[in-house]
């Protein structure tokens, strides 16, 4: 099979990777949500975690980890690099296809794109609930 | 000599073909090329000639008669004609009919064997899928509990193609000989490697392909018993009845030659290829277990091909680990390696669990593996592990004391 170019070098060479601290810290931490979508027994689980600017509401800074194939490491990569400067509102509306076509995904590698996807709104809906902030704001998917 | 990458281990996948038996076939393109069913002309002749000396490479490797070799285009092609053909041979009740006969094989065998299977149940047959135990070898105890009176047919792999195990196949040759049931044995990873005999192991039906033993692909052969018991199977593929009509279709002359040849070899240097082997093979689990924790090998440690290694990393998944470590060839028991999401069913099978089948590599070695070659495996697996478990959530939750398995996944 063969993989882009961006693909691969977001594989050997991915952004952001590491976490705020450990499950235990971060949980406490109000600016900190944290997203851990998949499952060991289906070969992906992401984990992301974003910190939010609680003045301006900004996305300022991402860490992922991964566990899974080059292209699920790819996709939460490509993940972190996109939101961060974002507004949660923003960030929640990046879909899985931008992944697809940014990594130019083949069809197998889809549910790559979709638990980078699922793994942004699950941060995001972690710091909301932390903040007592309804997800008013969510939209519709 | 250096190192060329990419270093290939792989050969549990396919091998290369050694180069004495590329030059062995060579005349059989362009000077022999007559068809061997030719009888009535010295281009047949020669052909056929050549077909001959190759049945008897092939027959010697196995202990067998050349009589009782088929040749066919590999083992897949001999799986479905062996177990639908015996089937179809020693069906208690025409076709059309339920209860027609039951057939015992396992839950780990290549899907050469479990589809035509499967087939079976499909045409009023009972089939037995034996759920192997945490080792992967099935043993004749195991044969004899599922047996009934009814049983007709058993296929049994002799090593299976993912972790090497070996079963427990000269005591199932001998159980099925007292109930008088037909044996047949998938041998595609045995037979070349390890010493056969069809009399002293008791066997019926076995089949072998020539691309894991150093010869050409699309060539096979197929002990098929002329004595005690005279074994036969109903054809599958039909035509001009060559094969002595178990295989009809103009004879593959120049793999056939290459297949003869391969086999001749494999006879020669097995037992010291053996040794050498299981060498490299000690040397790369050894060293790979001594530098990573949380490594487990899955199947029988002892009861194994020399030459199979199959290794889950925990915490790293399998197509991941191969991208990171591209320039060496394995095999992976993830999902992501297929089009399905369902890791290895042979890993499961034995009892791996998800996480653990979607951790897993095969590292396959052959004639042609150089130890440096599997020095470089070592080093390149080993910093690839540790990097991606510097990625991996699951690695920190556990080096927190988390209990994964304790934890609501969301499954996709």
């Not at chain 1, 939101?83 to 940014?102: P, R, S, Y």
């Not at chain 2, 041998?187 to 010493?195: F, H, L, N, R, Y």
């Not at chain 2, 001009?240 to 295989?247: I, S």
């Not at chain 2, 494999?266 to 490299?280: G, I, N, P, V």
Request: aromatic fraction near 6%; charged fraction near 25%.
């Amino acid at each position: 099979m063969a993989y882009s170019e961006k693909l691969i070098k977001h594989y050997e060479k991915p952004s952001n990777v590491g976490n705020f601290g450990t499950t235990a810290e971060v949980k406490q931490r109000q600016d900190i949500g944290v997203g851990v979508v998949g499952a060991p027994e289906c070969g992906d689980v992401m984990q992301l975690q974003i910190k939010v600017d609680q003045s301006t509401g900004k996305i300022e800074d991402a860490k992922f980890k991964c566990f899974g194939c080059g292209s699920a490491i790819a996709s939460s990569s490509v993940a972190t690099e996109w939101i961060k400067g974002k507004t949660l509102d923003e960030a929640m509306a990046i879909k899985n296809t931008d992944i697809v076509e940014e990594l130019a995904l083949p069809p197998v590698k889809i549910h790559c794109s979709v638990l980078a996807e699922d793994s942004i709104k699950a941060a995001i809906k972690d710091y909301q609930k932390k903040n007592g902030i309804e997800a008013a704001q969510t939209h519709a998917h | 000599m250096g190192l060329t990458l990419p270093v290939y281990l792989d050969n549990a996948a396919t091998t290369r073909v050694d180069p004495r038996v590329v030059e062995a076939m060579l005349p059989y393109f362009t000077d022999v090329y007559g068809n061997p069913g030719s009888r009535n002309h010295r281009f047949g002749w020669a052909s056929e000639a050549a077909v001959d000396a190759a049945r008897k490479q092939a027959a010697d490797l196995i202990g067998a008669q050349p009589k009782e070799i088929i040749f066919t285009s590999g083992s897949t092609e001999g799986n479905n004609l062996a177990i639908k053909g015996a089937a179809e041979m020693y069906a208690k009740k025409p076709t059309g009919q339920e209860g027609r006969g039951h057939v015992i094989t396992a839950q780990h065998e290549h899907k050469a064997v479990l589809d035509p299977a499967k087939r079976l149940q499909k045409l009023g047959f009972d089939v037995t899928f034996l759920e192997p135990p945490a080792d992967g070898v099935i043993t004749a105890e195991q044969v004899k509990a599922a047996m009934r009176d009814d049983t007709i047919l058993v296929s049994i792999m002799w090593a299976n193609n993912e972790i090497g195990t070996i079963n427990e196949v000269p005591k199932i040759g001998a159980l099925c000989h007292e109930r008088d049931v037909i044996f047949h044995t998938d041998a595609t990873q045995w037979v070349g490697k390890m010493p056969t005999d069809v009399e002293r192991d008791g066997i019926d039906l076995l089949t072998w392909s020539g691309h894991k033993i150093y010869g050409p692909k699309g060539i096979g052969g197929m002990y098929v018993r002329r004595r005690k018991p005279r074994v036969r199977v109903v054809a599958q593929i039909e035509g001009g009845g060559q094969e002595r009509g178990y295989r009809s279709g103009t004879l593959n002359v120049p793999g056939i030659v290459g297949f003869g040849k391969a086999c001749e070899l494999c006879a020669q240097e097995m037992d010291s290829e053996r040794e050498r082997l299981l060498k490299l093979r000690t040397k790369l689990e050894t060293e790979l277990a001594k530098h990573i924790e949380h490594v487990q090998i899955n199947g029988n440690k002892d009861k194994r091909l020399p030459n199979i290694m199959n290794m889950s990393f925990g915490f790293v998944e399998g197509e991941g680990l191969m991208m990171a470590i591209k320039d060496i060839a394995v095999s992976s028991g993830s999902a992501c390696t297929s089009a399905s999401l369902e890791p290895s069913y042979v890993l499961k099978s034995l009892g791996v669990g998800d996480d653990l089948a979607h951790s897993s590599l095969r590292l396959s070695m052959g004639r042609f593996t150089k130890e440096e070659e599997v020095d470089f495996a070592i080093e390149k697996i080993t910093w690839a592990v540790h990097h991606l478990r510097e990625l991996s959530p699951l690695w920190d939750m556990f080096k927190e004391g988390i209990d994964i398995n304790a934890i609501e996944w969301q499954q996709h």
